[in-house]
């Protein structure tokens, strides 16, 4: 849930760590911090409550020398944002500062320890007690740091990705990685470190993604000579990647598939607003290589290399959180009418506590955009030690989810900054048909011609969603006249009942109105007490399914005097009649219908948290992953 960034190489370090907390500030926001090494042998280290700009400013009259340095953007765990829980911290000694993305379970123990040796706190955090531990370690264990880091993690119970800077050995970044993330970047005589690979792609494609429980010594001496040509620098440079427990490993260098224009906003005022138009293209890209409109086929490698798992699975557990399980409740509705195979959507943070039932023959589905929610992570933990199969439906590569899954599907729609996820969302509802699809024609559970008819559907999509987004100043001007409510209901049946849900959590995180999604029989059974003319009721009422049923549902809002914005397909004259507002989607398969009738929602939320001037990118107590319980 926090960004952290570390460099060391030829150029001065502070201009690059300061742009890649910029490229991490979607992570988390709460406070930002920097420690540099200067030529002089100084750590300096610097802190600000708020965003990165905050930082810059505090920085703005300070000693920002040195080519070695390590900087943090926060999503706080524990103690509250401000300036002393900032991160880096330092040890003791002020010799040591360190900077960390996780939760240490175990942090009270090891702090009680600490100060029954004479060790005092300046702050609230466990981050704090771990370089202090180190610093405790090397010390009294007579050990270099790369060890005394190894030993002191053998007693962290909990997550981390860190790396810690020592004023005694300006050539050295020691890094470390246990259920978050952490990437390393080689350049040209300079490494980097970082959460992700956004700060890294603008200076190498060259990365290597470091393991749970591995430990990395980044060594960089740059050494200028008397020579003729004044200026030409001698590096010595190496990189050494070992286990806690000091077991070797080959680094394994991947070349990264990001490009910088794809973090750019291209022109759009949001990363969100940019996000949901990219998703014609980004389904496209999704379905490219997989869905074949020509030979009427769809081809997923995760399936086919694991064609039996999903055969003779008498049950497919699927566990996410957020935007990822309405995209689940979706592949429920999917999954059952063309495999008819048994479906259980389960929250990750429900299920990884409740002792659920996981039998060997499970097919287990982990739904995440990031890849590093650590509750999803938990929950195929769980169900991988109790034999299950895990399947995992993710956006990044080499993330912590897809790295423990037996299989899966990368969704490929390029990184997604904006936190309110859209393009990720379309994308995984289409990963997530397409398996349906692949597993309902080898069982024999569909008809072909069922089959047939949604594929060539599916390659229609990217061009139908491009007909909505045409309506976007339509919406932009309508959402505005609702920016006064203070509460929503978003109502759907079948396969647009998560549609609703997922509206309303688009309007929620964003705008900060209250919005509620719900089944639209549900209406009758309590929240229709709710309805007023305060109170906008959004439906999605495509003409398919149950369409008629819900009609009725609109009238009896009506009835009660409720304004209505409703989601119809084009040419619906019947609800024009009787709502307040229509948006209309172009016809397609009911089992479709979500990804065309998501698009206003993502919309109109967008919009009307612009004109309440929300932070739509970085909304408040939000960040884009979470990577913490
Ligand atoms: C969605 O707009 C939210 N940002 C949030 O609900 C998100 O979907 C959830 O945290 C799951 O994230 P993941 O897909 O990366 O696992």
Redesign the pocket.
Known sequence: MCGIVGYIGKRKAYPILIKGLHRLEYRGYDSAGVALINPQGQLNVYKAKGKVAELETFCADKDIDGTIGIAHTRWATHGEPNTQNAHPHYSESERLAIIHNGIIENYAVLKAGLMQEGYTFKSDTDTEVLVQLIEYTQVNRHVDLKTAVQLALQQVIGAYAIVVLDKDNPDTLIAARKGSPLVVGIGEDEYFLASDATPIVEYTDKVIYIEDEEVVSLKLRVESLELKEVGELKVESSIDITTINNVQKTPEIKRLELSLSQLEKGGYPHFMLKEIFEQPRTLADSMRGRVNVRQDNIALSGFIDNKERFLNAKRIIIT???????AGLIAMYAIEEFAQIPVEVEY?SEFRYRKPVINKDDVVIA???????AD?LAAIQLAKQKGAFIFSI???VGAS?PRVSDSGCYTHVGPEI?????K??TA?VTALTMLALCIGREKGTMSEEQYLSVVRELGQIPQKIERVLEQNKRIQDFAKTFTYAQNFIYLGRGYNYPVAM?GA??LK?ISYIHAEGYPAAEMKHGPIALISQEMPVVVVAPRCGTYEKVVSNIQEIKARKGRVIAVVTEGDELVRKIADYVIEVPETEECLTPLLTVIPLQLMAYHIAVVKGCDVDQPRN?A???TVE
Request: include cysteine.
């Open positions: 996410a959180c957020g935007t990822s399980w309405h990750s739904i995440s955009q990031s890849g590093e929610t999803t993710c956006n990044v989810i904006g936190v309110a996820s859209t990720a969302f995984q997922e959590l688009k995180e939000l884009k992953s979470v």
